[in-house]
């Protein structure tokens, strides 16, 4: 339990970082990077990513818009749905940083062979279906997939696309 909360604490104490020096919570910095690889992407979608109930990231997406980092437009085919794109504020912000929690999850997973991601995957992915925050890797909690791109840039959904 100490290390989970050790976690937990570290990627607040992280999150609070990042906002004074980049601008950015680990939220909306993960925000973020998944609309610069999904230009167009739906709040929606976002969702479904990040595993967190649609009305979760509204105000994450209005503070951003706010700020000028994001921009949103009417959907041509549905115009109930917003898309998603950077700014050229936005695309300034949407490089590699060091100091986020990103940079710390790539710099740990670097150095552990694949037969222990694989065990750190599985005990994870396990806790996350325990306390009901994930089904399978690459699922929303109500049971969407998503692309293997899409689980691929997804925190803890799948092994890094490097890899």
């Known amino acids: 339990m100490?290390?989970?909360?050790?976690?937990?604490?570290?990627?607040q104490s992280t999150s609070k970082r990042m906002e004074s020096t980049l601008g950015l919570t680990g939220p909306q910095r993960l925000v973020l990077r998944l609309v610069g690889r999904f230009p167009g992407i739906t709040a929606g979608r976002l969702a479904q990513i990040m595993h967190v109930h649609p009305s979760t990231l509204t105000g994450v997406l209005?503070?951003?818009?706010?700020?000028?980092?994001?921009?949103?437009?009417?959907?041509?085919?549905?115009?109930?749905?917003?898309?998603?794109?950077?700014?050229?504020?936005?695309?300034?912000l949407d490089v590699p940083a060091t100091g986020t929690v990103e940079a710390a999850v790539e710099r740990v997973l670097s150095r552990?062979?694949?037969?222990?991601?694989?065990?750190?995957?599985?005990?994870?992915?396990?806790?996350?279906?325990?306390?009901?925050?994930?089904?399978?890797?690459?699922?929303?909690?109500?049971?969407?997939?998503?692309?293997?791109?899409?689980?691929?840039?997804?925190?803890?959904?799948?092994?890094?696309a490097n890899r």
């Open 112 to 160: 552990l062979s694949r037969a222990r991601l694989q065990s750190a995957q599985e005990a994870l992915m396990a806790l996350a279906e325990e306390l009901g925050g994930a089904e399978a890797p690459g699922e929303y909690a109500q049971g969407t997939s998503l692309s293997r791109e899409e689980a691929a840039a997804a925190p803890a959904a799948d092994e890094p």
């Open 2 to 11: 100490r290390l989970l909360w050790a976690v937990d604490h570290g990627l």
């Open 62 to 92: 209005k503070r951003m818009e706010k700020r000028g980092l994001l921009e949103r437009k009417s959907d041509p085919l549905d115009g109930r749905k917003a898309l998603f794109a950077l700014t050229e504020a936005g695309r300034t």
